[in-house]
């Protein structure tokens, strides 16, 4: 059923991200495309990659996510990764650099 698969993903968002109902709302409005994601296969695999790769805290996570939500329907590793990777390169940052660009 789609209205249960659109609960579970925003229920295990919130969870993994911790947020607030209010936090959470703000991220539906700036991306309601969230809603059409499924968490297991594009927003749990972005959020785990990104923390793993450039050691995200959970509180980092949760900032990026809120400020920019749209990044969690990126693909990590054909998307955000060489994206990222492009900048750092170019511009000589190191990973804490690269955390400052979000």
């Known amino acids: 059923n789609f209205e249960t ?18 936090e959470l709302r703000k991220m539906m409005l700036r991306n309601p495309q969230i809603i059409g994601l499924s968490y297991e296969n594009n927003i749990f695999p972005t959020l785990e990659k990104l923390q793993r790769q450039y050691h995200f805290s959970n509180e980092e996570l949760k900032r990026i996510s809120v400020r ?16 990222l990777t492009a900048v750092q390169t170019h511009l000589h940052l190191s990973n804490d650099e690269i955390k400052h660009l979000f």
Do not use: C, H, M, Y
Not at 15 to 21: E, G, I
């Open 5 to 22: 698969n659109i609960l579970v993903t925003l229920n295990a968002l919130q969870d993994r991200l911790t947020l607030s109902n209010e």
């Open 68 to 83: 920019l939500p749209s990044i969690l329907g990126f693909n990590f590793d054909t998307k955000i990764q060489p994206t």
